[in-house]
């Protein structure tokens, strides 16, 4: 018989602790299978200690996802027959998943959640890493009658959504990095990453992508080369991952919602308040030209607004990364 780790995690979660010979009678496997399973976990990310005396213990509790916790979670009017959920153990990336599925799914909207993602991707063709129990990754399809052209703005109202999740839950100082990183204290706490298809002119599809991180430690540094903070580290009493889960989820299907009906224009007031850029210099990359300005907010389609010597320039958040230039904002 083999083990798989979901199992493993699942029996490690229901004790303090549990020698491995228990764990190897459990599931009809040697004690150097168990190990093995063991050194995998850890290898994704998963806390375990090992002491001669007690066995093999978690550092701290994992809770896996589930897909009716998380429909609990939301307590909206949304439905599961609005928003199927889907949880997976382990998928390519919940936006492949959620694009091959687009041309088949007939509703309105669905949503997938991962517990581990083995090419995750983040925005500009970066990955997106995430321990196994340690974040959310979760990707959304919904559909638009308008064209292409008309979701503009759409992830920074996505970004809305997600603040007013985590605000929900008494999360606080948290900014938004145009186009769509989530930061507290100039560290990333989450990405989005929007991906459109169907017919240029209407109707057509996003799949919207979010990875947050929920507890992070420091094995995870080695694979961020950005400055993070997790969930975590924010509260003295964390919210369980399936209601996190479930308040993110209703909140930016919300955003979507309010997005379809009135466009970024109902959140161009909202987005000023958590603006991380405003008043920054900031510098602007776009292929290999590259220009510097200050950052004056976004406009009613969601581009920024840059004031260089030049005029003022207005960005596109398909084509531009931006980052703080070295010294004084203005
Ligand atoms: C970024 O900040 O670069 C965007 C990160 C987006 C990551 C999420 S995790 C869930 C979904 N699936 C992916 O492969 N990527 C997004």
Redesign the pocket.
Known sequence: MSIDARDLLMALGESAASSGSALAQRFGVTRAAIWKQIEQLRSLGVPVTASPGEGYRLLRPINLLDASAISMAMNTRYSVSDCPIAVHWQID????EMLRRAPSHKGNAAVCFSEL?S??????G?S?H?PLGGGL???ILRRFESSMTALAGLSLAVGIGVVRGLSDLGLAGLGIKWP??IQVQER?LA???VELGGDSLGPCHAVI???INVHLDSQASERIDQPWIDVASMSTDPPERNRLAGCLLARVLEALDQFAESGFVAFVEEFARYDVLRGQRVEILHGRDQCEGVAAGVDHAGHLRVRTTDGELLVDSGEVSVRKANGASP
Do not use: C, H, V
């Not at 990336?93 to 492949?96: A, K």
């Not at 090419?119 to 500009?124: A, E, I, K, L, S």
């Open positions: 990336s919940t936006n492949s993602q090419t995750g991707r983040g925005r500009r970066r997106w995430m990754a979760f990707s769509n990183d990333k990405g989005i990453l992508g979010i990875g």
